[in-house]
Protein backbone atom coordinates (compact mmCIF):
# COMPACT_ATOMS: atom_id res chain seq x y z
CA UNK A 1 0.00 0.00 0.00
CA UNK A 2 2.79 2.57 -0.36
CA UNK A 3 1.89 5.75 -1.54
CA UNK A 4 -1.50 5.68 -0.88
CA UNK A 5 -3.16 7.93 1.08
CA UNK A 6 -5.96 7.41 3.48
CA UNK A 7 -8.73 9.86 3.09
CA UNK A 8 -12.17 10.30 5.10
CA UNK A 9 -15.13 11.15 2.80
CA UNK A 10 -15.30 14.36 4.64
CA UNK A 11 -11.81 15.21 3.15
CA UNK A 12 -13.06 13.83 -0.58
CA UNK A 13 -16.22 16.54 0.08
CA UNK A 14 -14.03 19.22 1.22
CA UNK A 15 -11.46 18.82 -1.86
CA UNK A 16 -14.10 18.35 -4.46
CA UNK A 17 -16.16 21.92 -2.79
CA UNK A 18 -12.36 23.49 -2.70
CA UNK A 19 -12.03 22.20 -6.55
CA UNK A 20 -15.19 23.93 -7.85
CA UNK A 21 -14.89 27.47 -8.62
CA UNK A 22 -18.62 27.63 -7.67
CA UNK A 23 -17.71 25.78 -3.68
CA UNK A 24 -14.96 28.18 -2.87
CA UNK A 25 -16.95 31.32 -4.44
CA UNK A 26 -19.61 29.95 -1.75
CA UNK A 27 -17.03 29.41 0.86
CA UNK A 28 -15.46 33.40 0.17
CA UNK A 29 -18.92 34.87 0.51
CA UNK A 30 -19.15 33.23 4.11
CA UNK A 31 -15.62 34.36 5.21
CA UNK A 32 -13.52 31.50 3.70
CA UNK A 33 -9.86 33.34 1.97
CA UNK A 34 -7.37 30.90 -0.41
CA UNK A 35 -5.10 29.04 2.00
CA UNK A 36 -7.46 29.60 5.11
CA UNK A 37 -6.87 26.01 7.19
CA UNK A 38 -9.55 23.79 6.63
CA UNK A 39 -10.10 20.88 9.63
CA UNK A 40 -11.93 17.12 9.04
CA UNK A 41 -13.37 16.32 12.12
CA UNK A 42 -15.75 13.28 12.83
CA UNK A 43 -19.59 14.12 13.72
CA UNK A 44 -18.95 12.53 16.92
CA UNK A 45 -15.17 14.02 17.57
CA UNK A 46 -15.16 15.78 20.81
CA UNK A 47 -14.41 19.73 21.31
CA UNK A 48 -11.47 19.70 22.61
CA UNK A 49 -9.90 17.51 20.38
CA UNK A 50 -11.15 19.77 17.72
CA UNK A 51 -10.15 22.86 19.04
CA UNK A 52 -6.74 21.06 19.87
CA UNK A 53 -6.56 21.22 15.75
CA UNK A 54 -7.88 24.84 15.75
CA UNK A 55 -4.89 26.28 18.43
CA UNK A 56 -2.07 25.08 16.47
CA UNK A 57 -3.12 27.50 13.37
CA UNK A 58 -3.68 30.54 15.48
CA UNK A 59 -5.92 32.17 12.90
CA UNK A 60 -9.26 32.06 11.75
CA UNK A 61 -10.43 28.64 10.34
CA UNK A 62 -13.50 26.41 9.09
CA UNK A 63 -14.47 22.95 10.33
CA UNK A 64 -15.60 20.04 7.92
CA UNK A 65 -18.30 17.88 9.38
CA UNK A 66 -20.53 15.62 7.57
CA UNK A 67 -23.87 15.15 9.28
CA UNK A 68 -24.83 11.52 10.80
CA UNK A 69 -26.31 10.56 7.63
CA UNK A 70 -23.13 11.36 5.94
CA UNK A 71 -24.98 13.38 2.84
CA UNK A 72 -24.88 17.09 4.64
CA UNK A 73 -21.32 18.69 4.00
CA UNK A 74 -21.43 21.44 7.01
CA UNK A 75 -18.68 23.99 7.71
CA UNK A 76 -18.22 26.17 10.83
CA UNK A 77 -16.26 29.89 10.86
CA UNK A 78 -14.19 29.28 13.84
CA UNK A 79 -12.38 32.82 15.51
CA UNK A 80 -8.78 32.39 17.52
CA UNK A 81 -9.33 32.96 20.80
CA UNK A 82 -9.85 36.50 21.51
CA UNK A 83 -8.84 39.29 24.47
CA UNK A 84 -11.51 41.48 23.66
CA UNK A 85 -14.14 39.19 23.93
CA UNK A 86 -15.59 38.42 27.68
CA UNK A 87 -14.78 35.03 29.24
CA UNK A 88 -17.61 32.71 28.66
CA UNK A 89 -18.04 29.32 30.61
CA UNK A 90 -16.42 26.50 29.31
CA UNK A 91 -17.69 23.97 26.55
CA UNK A 92 -18.11 20.33 28.09
CA UNK A 93 -14.60 18.20 27.27
CA UNK A 94 -16.61 15.22 26.22
CA UNK A 95 -18.79 17.43 24.05
CA UNK A 96 -19.23 15.74 20.34
CA UNK A 97 -18.33 18.67 17.69
CA UNK A 98 -22.21 18.09 16.07
CA UNK A 99 -23.50 19.89 19.84
CA UNK A 100 -21.21 22.90 18.82
CA UNK A 101 -22.20 23.29 15.55
CA UNK A 102 -26.10 22.54 16.74
CA UNK A 103 -25.53 25.79 19.49
CA UNK A 104 -24.05 27.72 16.42
CA UNK A 105 -27.09 26.91 13.92
CA UNK A 106 -29.27 27.79 16.47
CA UNK A 107 -27.89 31.09 18.12
CA UNK A 108 -26.16 32.36 14.76
CA UNK A 109 -23.39 33.41 16.17
CA UNK A 110 -21.96 31.60 19.06
CA UNK A 111 -19.42 32.65 21.97
CA UNK A 112 -17.80 29.67 23.12
CA UNK A 113 -14.06 28.43 24.76
CA UNK A 114 -12.53 24.98 25.48
CA UNK A 115 -10.50 24.53 29.27
CA UNK A 116 -6.96 25.02 27.49
CA UNK A 117 -8.14 28.75 26.08
CA UNK A 118 -7.68 31.81 28.20
CA UNK A 119 -9.88 33.50 25.98
CA UNK A 120 -13.26 33.29 24.16
CA UNK A 121 -13.53 32.24 20.60
CA UNK A 122 -16.85 32.92 18.27
CA UNK A 123 -17.84 30.10 15.96
CA UNK A 124 -21.14 30.40 13.33
CA UNK A 125 -21.91 27.83 11.05
CA UNK A 126 -21.66 28.65 7.33
CA UNK A 127 -25.38 27.94 4.98
CA UNK A 128 -24.77 24.97 3.12
CA UNK A 129 -23.69 24.57 -0.34
CA UNK A 130 -26.06 23.56 -2.75
CA UNK A 131 -24.30 23.41 -6.74
CA UNK A 132 -26.29 25.69 -9.29
CA UNK A 133 -26.90 22.82 -11.30
CA UNK A 134 -28.81 20.32 -8.44
CA UNK A 135 -30.99 23.51 -8.13
CA UNK A 136 -31.60 23.54 -11.89
CA UNK A 137 -32.30 19.85 -12.05
CA UNK A 138 -34.68 20.09 -8.63
CA UNK A 139 -36.39 23.10 -10.91
CA UNK A 140 -37.01 20.81 -14.11
CA UNK A 141 -38.72 17.80 -12.25
CA UNK A 142 -41.14 20.14 -10.60
Not at 5 to 12: C, I, L, N, Y
Not at 23 to 44: D, F, K, T, Y
Not at 106 to 129: C, I, K, Q, S
Request: proline share 6%.
Amino acid sequence: MSGRMVRSKTAERVAELLGSREGRSHLSEHGWIRGMPVIIAQVNEPVDDVMGLVSVHNCPVLVAILDNRGDRLRFMHVSPPNDALEIVEETPAHHPICSLFELAEEHGMLEFRVRYWAHTAVANVLPDFTPKEQVQMTMLRR
